[in-house]
């Protein structure tokens, strides 16, 4: 078995644990299919040869929507749902550079909310929370690595190690540690 494959399935069992640990937090389901991502696309395109980017168009869906659970209505998720589903599901058959354009969309709209969360906690509370640095340098390291297919910059193997690497350290870090968690907070009103 090659390092590759090592780090894969490395990765996948590491993810597991953040989604244990956010269990009943507002960003559990975010990291629930963070974790059954891997899983997923490994299954179907090794069993049945689906191609890699539709699975990521649809899962990148599902992350977006997930951050949107706990604040709506069950009507709204449905006809969100729905619509944007529509939406995946008339991209299949456009071409690929389409389908990793809205893929890096849906990433952006993602990193965008996460980048609003934090604004208002800082807003309201006058503090930097830690967990929402990590958020975002995640978010933008899966943006960036999109980009970096979109346009072939082909960083290769090199990419792939370090991205691993800095994903095994991130998926640690929120094994440990809660958005709520008091010792990731600095006070802004005392620096």
Wanted: charged share 10%; proline share 2%.
């Amino acid at each position: 078995m090659s390092i590759g494959y090592l780090i894969i399935l490395f990765s996948m069992v590491l993810w597991l644990f953040p989604a244990i640990r956010q269990y009943k937090t507002s960003l559990f389901y975010y990291f629930w299919i963070l974790a059954v991502s891997d899983p997923i696309v490994l299954y179907l395109y090794y069993f049945f040869s689906v191609k890699l980017y539709y699975i990521r168009l649809i899962l990148v869906f599902f992350t977006m929507l997930s951050l949107y659970l706990y604040s709506l209505k069950k009507n709204h998720v449905r006809y969100i749902t729905f619509l944007v589903l529509a939406f995946v599901l008339v991209s299949l058959f456009l071409p690929i550079t389409f389908i990793r354009q809205v893929i890096i969309l849906l990433n952006v709209i993602i990193l965008f909310i996460f980048v609003r969360r934090t604004i208002i906690f800082i807003v309201l509370n006058g503090k930097v929370n830690i967990f929402h640095v990590v958020l975002l340098v995640y978010q933008t390291s899966i943006v960036m690595k999109d980009l970096d297919i979109l346009t072939n910059a082909n960083t290769g193997v090199v990419n792939f190690y370090a991205t691993g690497v800095f994903q095994f350290l991130v998926a640690i870090f929120f094994s440990i540690f809660k958005e709520e968690d008091g010792k990731l907070l600095i006070n802004l009103r005392n620096v």
